[in-house]
């Protein structure tokens, strides 16, 4: 089972807000076009009873964290066994440099687990907590997964260690982590300074990372007053070509750059790390337009890019107010010329789409000109019963994204479509740039359907963007049954209530393993379930 993608690709393009269209083949578009046994779905016609894997979540505040199982083939009564929690456990020790075998550390870390689920790519999973190991070390109740675990101490000068374990269902996985002796760190010690002699007059942090941007230290303050600043790294650090210093304000709001420098561990920071000439802040004004010429109130403004002496900058986000009106303090362009980035996130219910301008900035500041942003790109289509060229009446339509157009924000929630499909089957969405699962949740007794749509930014200026998909089938229904319950040695529960339990189709999609949502419910009270899946 793997992440969500199909060879029904449907593109579109959305640039300053404007749009147009392309459409690539789609496999099939009903149940009829498949073979005997077999339905249509958003990679191709397949067999709905295999590829199935089923998670379940059955008490994440207790500890009872998400179980994966493949489902070899799926029953009509699927009962669920679960396994005993799963658990991340293991000794958190530190070298002493006077003792010949290293000792308990007892001081406050965190430990960060960070993945996915072995079974469903895609599925992203992450715990963590701060504790005092004791002298049988850590323990953190986890879910199934893949994981990179990061150790963090909350001691400074000890850099944070990382490492990856994978964690089955019921599996108790042992990671030991071996802090270094003081005298064994790889200390780098440095000054940054805006430009010569002169300082930064805001608060900044500095960070060792290796050329994966992982953490080789823990963030530390740049001194007020002098610009110094120390890390502490692993002593394996010392064997690296090149580690990356990252300085970066601590405020969201000081109007300085995020610069990355690149250092040799073993020669040390020879000279300060110079921001260069960025200059001064400067205010930027203008105003935003809807389609139809009106004011756009409440939309996200902010300003990014590449500045003076290298670094790269975020300005503050402003909202417009009712007069569609913006006014930011950023820092200007680079003394090249070169343009930023004016973004702009229009609130949820309005016509126009996310925005994405170059803009030149002096350093006298700038009244932009009215930027009309045309209308987000309208995606229709009809949707039919199974089996027949009825239209099916009354069915939602969300649309998810699932991975962002280079260049773009991604869209940071669900769209659902302001109204359910009508008397003929038809749907309309309003889509920004991105990756879209768009999701057909019937009321009545028959399964979702889901296809995949692509938003691309492009350069046409057309007034109006409208991609309409060929009408497609949902899918006959069977219901599927079952009791959730524990049945480890730790963990014995005749059922498991109001768990969450989700169906997902796992194939391989254009050689990438891809995850198809199928269905999702809770257990009752007495830790039984029902679902609708796809069926001929």
């Not at 394996?236 to 610069?259: H, N």
């Not at 740039?433 to 999701?439: H, I, K, N, S, V």
Request: proline share 9%.
């Amino acid at each position: 089972m793997k992440s969500m993608s199909a060879t029904m690709l449907l593109a579109a393009l959305v640039m300053g807000c404007s749009a147009t269209m392309e459409s690539m083949a789609i496999s099939c578009l009903s149940d009829e076009e498949c073979d005997e046994g077999e339905v249509c779905f958003p990679e191709g016609c397949g067999d709905p009873g295999q590829n199935i894997v089923v998670e379940v979540i059955p008490n994440p505040m207790a500890g009872l964290h998400a179980q994966d199982f493949r489902v070899d083939q799926l029953r009509s009564q699927q009962n669920i066994e679960l396994f005993d929690p799963s658990l991340l456990r293991g000794l958190v020790r530190r070298e002493e440099v006077s003792t010949s075998s290293p000792i308990n550390y007892s001081a406050p870390v965190t430990v960060r687990v960070t993945g996915e689920s072995l079974l469903i790519p895609g599925v992203m999973r992450r715990h963590e907590t701060t504790l005092i190991p004791t002298s049988e070390g850590y323990s953190l109740s986890v879910g199934s997964g893949r994981y990179d675990v990061t150790l963090l101490p909350e001691d400074s000068e000890l850099p944070p260690l990382t490492d990856a374990r994978e964690v089955e269902p019921g599996q108790e996985v042992t990671l030991d982590f071996l802090l270094p002796a003081a005298s064994e760190l790889t200390r780098l010690t440095g000054k940054v300074v805006r430009q010569g002699e002169l300082l930064v007059d805001t608060e900044l942090e500095v960070q060792a990372l290796d050329a994966n941007l992982r953490p080789l230290s823990q963030r530390e303050p740049v001194t007020s007053g002098s610009g110094d600043f120390a890390l502490s790294l692993p002593p394996s650090a010392a064997l690296l070509p090149s580690v990356l210093i990252r300085v970066t304000p601590t405020s969201v709001e000081a109007a300085v750059p995020i610069k990355v420098f690149t250092v040799n561990p073993r020669l040390g920071i020879q000279e300060p790390l110079e921001l260069g000439d960025y200059g001064e802040p400067v205010t930027v004004e203008g105003r935003l337009l809807e389609p139809d010429g009106q004011p756009l109130e409440a939309a996200t403004v902010y300003v990014r890019g590449k500045v003076g002496g290298g670094g790269q900058y975020h300005s503050d986000k402003v909202l417009t107010d009712e007069q569609g009106h913006f006014e930011l303090r950023t820092l200007p362009g680079a003394p090249d010329g070169s343009s930023l980035n004016l973004y702009v996130i229009p609130p949820p219910g309005t016509n126009a789409g996310i925005t994405v301008q170059a803009i030149t900035i002096p350093r006298t500041g700038a009244q932009l000109p009215d930027v009309t942003c045309a209308a987000r790109l309208k995606v229709r289509g009809t949707l039919l019963l199974p089996s027949s060229s009825e239209p099916a009446a009354g069915v939602k339509v969300m649309a998810l994204p699932i991975a962002e157009t280079p260049g773009w924000p991604r869209s940071s929630a669900s769209v659902e479509a302001p109204r359910l499909t009508d008397a003929e089957g038809r749907f309309e969405l309003a889509l920004d740039p991105g990756q879209y699962r768009l999701d057909f949740i019937p009321s009545q007794n028959l399964p979702r359907v889901s296809r995949i749509v692509t938003v691309r930014p492009g350069e046409n200026t057309s007034t109006e963007g409208v991609l309409s998909l060929q009408p497609f089938a949902l899918s006959k229904g069977r219901q599927i049954n079952g009791l959730v319950r524990f049945s480890g040695e730790r963990l014995v529960q005749s059922s498991v209530p109001y768990a969450s339990v989700r169906f997902f189709r796992v194939v391989n999609v254009e050689g990438h393993p891809s995850a198809l949502l199928l269905a999702q419910t809770l257990t009752s009270q007495d830790g039984t379930y029902s679902a609708t899946l796809p069926t001929r």
